[in-house]
Structures are given as C-alpha cells and as structure tokens.
C-alpha cells in the first residue's frame, strides 16, 4: 500500500524589464545622444532537493511561486536590476507532474540538488543599444521578454516516522485525529481500523508522518483479531507510540501483550524506541491517573505520558517529544549511512525515499 502527499501548485518566473527610450541631456550639448539602458532579467524559478523537508504539508498553505520581474532600464545608460530569483524547496523524493498528471517532469532525489524549472524572461534592450553608425539617434527599444508560467502537482510516496500502536479501542485514531489533519473512523468497538491511516504532524518548524494501524491482540502473530499484518507499517518507523487505554483493569498487563506480539512479529520492531502513553486521563482525573502511572513506573521503570486525545491534555508535549526521537534517529541512521552512498542509493531505488 502506497501513500501518497500531493499538491498542486503555479509557478511563474518573472518576466523581462523593458528597455527605456531617452537621449542624453546636457546644458550646451546640442544632439546628446541615445542613452536609454537595457531591461533587467526577470527572476527564475529554482527547484531545491532539502532534507529537512518530510511532506507536502506547506503546498497546502502557499500554493503561487510568483518570481519577481526584471525592473525596467533607464536613462543615462542605467540597466534595470535583475529580478530576484525564487527557490521553491522540496522534500527529496517529490516528483513534480503536469497538471494532467500524465507525465514526470522531474524527479527529486538528492539533498542539495537544484534546478532552474522555469527561465525568467530576459530584459529588453533599451535604444542605445539599436545606436549605429547610420542611425545616431534611434528612438527603438524592445520590451521585456515574458515570463513562463505553469501549474504542476507534487507528488511524495510517504513513509511513516512514528507508528501507533496499542490494543483494540486504546484511542490510537483519536491521537492521530488530534495531532494531523487525518479523519481517521473513530468508534467504541474494537477493530474500528482496519487499514493504517497516517498523518501529516507539524509542530513549530518541523514535520513528519505517524501511522495509526488497527489495534493487535494477544495471538496477533498466529492471525488472531486481524493478525499482524499491519506491523510491516511500522518497521521503517524511527519510533513506536504505544498508548494504552489508562481506564482498563491492568494497564500493566495490557502493556506487556502488546510487547509480546511485537518481539514475537520480529524484524526489528521490538527493539524500536517506544514511547509510553496512558491514553484517556481525562476520564479518571489528573490524581487517579497520576498514581496509576505511578503503578506504571514501579512496573515497568519507565515513566509514561499522560495524555487525553478527546480533551488534547498532554498531546502537545508528547508530539515535542516523539519529534525530538524522530530527529535524533533520522541523524543516527544518515551518519551510519555516511560512507555508504551506494547503499543509500539502492535504497531510494526501491522507492523508499529517505
Ligand atoms: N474519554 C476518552 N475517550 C477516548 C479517548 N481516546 C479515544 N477515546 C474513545 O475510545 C474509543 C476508541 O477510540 P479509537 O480512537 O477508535 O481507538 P483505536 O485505538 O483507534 O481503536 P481500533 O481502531 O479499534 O484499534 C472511542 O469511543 C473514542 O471516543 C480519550 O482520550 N478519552
Ligand atoms: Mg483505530
């Protein structure tokens, strides 16, 4: 199963300055002569690969890339200035199409890599440019040349940062709906999922995805409830959110389930960095939940998160700190990569983009 981010956005680079018609004017110069300047160049559109960049999310707010015209040239031989050119960044992985999407236009694979996608218009010349020996006093000039203009759509595969994981009705969609624009279906029956949904998160200055997978009982690694299946979702993640519903008899017990079937799937999943949710808190109260998570701790020797995704209590801080993971594991991986370009690369080629 693919998912995809996509945008569609205009482009448009700027267009020529015009060339100016003057002469020169001086106190006891008779015939000065054509001194009109040369138009500026209008600004280019510039495509730029960036690393930093996970999704599609800001195409969703700014939609016009308008690069700035070349500005006209004046008298007394003054070229108009360049127009500045406009760097439209994307995350590496994003393909840009027609608006039809019928055909590929570009590719963007590399940290760092730039294009010019769209020219911008040169200047016109202005009429001491047309000055000759047979015409000293040329009164022709040309305008701009115009800009180019097109509207394409950005596409990115997405892989998941952080999956979410817990049991049947633990609140993972909810989380997911209170922490990204997803809608996933939200009810009070267990496998309410039943395929992942993932999210767009942004927080401050960054994003990235998190997946919400159906719920996994006890057994899931023999195929009971609907099995582990979902679980590959998550085997690329940097993190593993795993919420547990803070209202049931053994939040313990529920915990040490799901921790069963993920060493059970294999492939790496249990040795994951996992960050530990109490889900629900806004139906026991701050104390009650306080000291369950107490209990937790004892337990366990990890201090959980307490957080509602119905009133939001705690969602924000937990999203700091799954990003703060992400961050931290996305470095670690690319400085083990360091040295093994060729590796990186035979990875993208199996589509998976970072
Ligand atoms: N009071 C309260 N109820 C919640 C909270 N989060 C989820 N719920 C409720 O718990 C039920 C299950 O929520 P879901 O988000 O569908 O749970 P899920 O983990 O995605 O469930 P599956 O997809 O079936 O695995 C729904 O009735 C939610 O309204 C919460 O923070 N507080
Ligand atoms: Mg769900």
Redesign the pocket.
Known sequence: MKFLDQAKIMMQSGEGGAGCCSFHREKFVEYGGPDGGNGGRGGDIIIECAKDLNTLVDFRYAQHFIAEKGHHGMGRNRTGADGKDLVVRVPIGTEILSADKEEVLMDLTTDGQRFVFLKGGDGGFGNAHYKTATNQAPEKFTKGWPCQEIEVWLRLKLIADGG?I????????????ASSAAK???????????HPNLGVVKIENYDFILA?I??LIEGAHQGLGLGDRFLGHVERTAVLVH?I?I?QDDPVAAYHIIRNELSEYGEGVAEKEEIICL?????LGKELSEDIADQFEKSIGVRPHL?????GDGVRHLLFKIADVIRREKQRHEDEETGKIDHAYSVNAEGYNR
């Open positions: 979410i817990g049991l049947p009705n633990a609140g993972k969609s909810t989380f997911l709906a996933p279906k939200i009810a009070d029956y267990p496998f309410t999922t039943l919400d159906p719920g919420l519903d209202t889900n629900k808190t806004d139906t957080i509602s995704g119905v009133s």
